[in-house]
């Protein structure tokens, strides 16, 4: 897997050796940037942006925001395999002043709020695909103010999930790509 676009483009993303960990795909990855760089309903600039990773894996969707401007990546993993990839994806790509990981449960947000330096204007929540628990993420975002007022949710899901997602989700597109969902709302 490669960094597709911006100044680290074409730079290696070390994947989890393990099969625990499902890698987002290019094809997925590249569909969800072209939406948010080139898209009508949206108005998104990764430059000076802050970004929450949550599931963050091997960092894939974090570091692709980095190399296209983003200020800072808050990484939210505690799987130790997908921990020790992301830490070498960072190290390999030199990228430390702009990342922060939290070795933590991602459902447990309020406990991190102290740790955010600011609001967040993207959200990034790639868990594994059983995890059923969305809505209480999405209802802990919005009820805390993570979100900035103009900020991004992106959820990645299977396409055949038929989770109802809250009513504080407004729900802006919702896309497939193979075996992917991908719903973006605020």
Avoid: W
């Avoid at 969800?32 to 949206?42: K, Y």
């Avoid at 998104?44 to 963050?56: T, V």
């Avoid at 109802?164 to 802006?172: A, E, S, V």
């Amino acid at each position: 897997m490669r960094v597709i676009g911006g100044n680290l483009k074409g730079k290696k993303i070390f994947l989890p050796q393990d099969k625990n960990t499902r890698p987002l795909r290019d094809l997925v990855k590249e569909s969800i940037f072209n939406f948010l760089e080139h898209s009508n309903q949206i108005y998104f600039k990764f430059k000076d942006a802050n970004i929450l990773d949550l599931f963050s894996g091997s960092g894939a969707f974090g570091i692709e925001c980095i190399s296209r401007g983003a200020k800072n990546v808050f990484f939210i993993e505690n799987y130790f395999e997908a921990l020790k990839t992301l830490k070498k994806n960072i190290s390999t790509l030199n990228i430390f002043d702009k990342c922060t990981i939290l070795e933590k449960d991602c459902f447990k947000i309020l406990n991190y709020k102290r740790d955010f330096t600011s609001k967040f204007d993207l959200i990034f929540i790639d868990p594994p695909y059983k995890e059923n628990r969305i809505n209480l993420l999405v209802n802990e975002i919005k009820d805390e103010q993570i979100l900035s007022k103009n900020g991004l949710i992106i959820i990645h899901r299977h396409k055949k999930d038929d989770l109802i997602l809250t009513n504080k989700l407004n729900i802006i597109d919702t896309r497939r790509y193979g075996i992917s969902k991908i719903i973006v709302g605020n």
